[in-house]
């Protein structure tokens, strides 16, 4: 079958033209949400607290912030090679 037209030995199989119209269709709306999510969060980003708010967009304040202490690092582990694997 020819990728390009959807014909397989003189017979369309695939209408290419519709395939390929809805997916430039389906990526512009995607393109278009996409655009539309960076514009909602550059204006929630530069939209203003109350002044006497302790919370700034990019912090957190400090009585509410939770710590999470890291996890223990795992000790290496000393395996010897199998007996097919060389030293």
């Known amino acids: 079958m020819c990728q390009v037209c959807g014909f397989y030995k003189g ?3 695939i209408d290419m ?38 919370v700034t967009p990019d912090r957190v304040a400090t009585d509410k912030m939770k710590t999470v202490a890291a996890p223990a690092i ?4 000393s395996a010897s090679p199998r007996k097919h694997q060389g030293s």
Do not use: F, W
């Not at 995607?30 to 006497?52: F, H, L, M, R, V």
């Not at 795992?74 to 582990?77: F, L, Q, R, V």
């Open 11 to 13: 017979r369309m199989v």
């Open 17 to 54: 033209k519709a395939k390929t119209d809805a997916r430039s269709e389906r990526m512009t709306a995607k393109k278009e949400a996409i655009k539309g999510q960076q514009n909602d969060e550059s204006e929630e980003a530069t939209g203003e607290t109350a002044p006497d708010s302790a």
């Open 74 to 77: 795992a000790t290496e582990k």
